[in-house]
């Protein structure tokens, strides 16, 4: 079974940081991009930030431009996501996905090929 697993989520103050990872299973992700999206209540889910295969381009969302930070360690099969100087707009559940093309994750309603469950993030003021 293929899944994708994340962690890391919890309650924190702003301006406080927070790693999340996503670990893949059930097959290697090496030659998938590898990314996160995000979703507040009453919102849509929004595009956060996506890594290539070999970690040679990696894209952000305007909001959380030089804040985040996506990495990736295709030998643990993982994904991680360095969240740091936290704000109350970020908080969401956050989603990892996985697809072997990278310009999906541009629409991503038009089928990733993988999804994690989320995991909750909460930044208190």
């Known amino acids: 079974q293929v899944q994708l697993v994340e962690s890391g989520g919890g309650l924190v103050q702003a301006g406080d940081s927070l790693r999340l990872s996503c670990a893949g299973s059930g097959r290697s992700f090496s030659s998938y991009a590898m990314g996160w999206f995000r979703q507040a209540p009453g919102k849509e889910r929004e595009f956060v930030s996506v890594?290539?295969?070999?970690?040679?381009?990696?894209y952000y969302a305007d909001s959380v431009k030089g804040r985040f930070t996506i990495s990736r360690d295709n030998a643990k099969n993982t994904v991680y996501l360095q969240m740091s100087s936290l704000k109350p707009e970020d908080t969401a559940v956050y989603y990892c996905?996985?697809?072997?093309?990278?310009?999906?994750?541009?629409?991503?309603?038009?089928?990733?090929?993988?999804w994690g469950k989320g995991t909750q993030v909460t930044v208190s003021t």
């Open positions: 996905a996985a697809d072997s093309n990278i310009r999906v994750f541009r629409t991503p309603n038009s089928g990733m090929n993988y």
């Open positions: 890594i290539s295969w070999s970690s040679g381009s990696t």
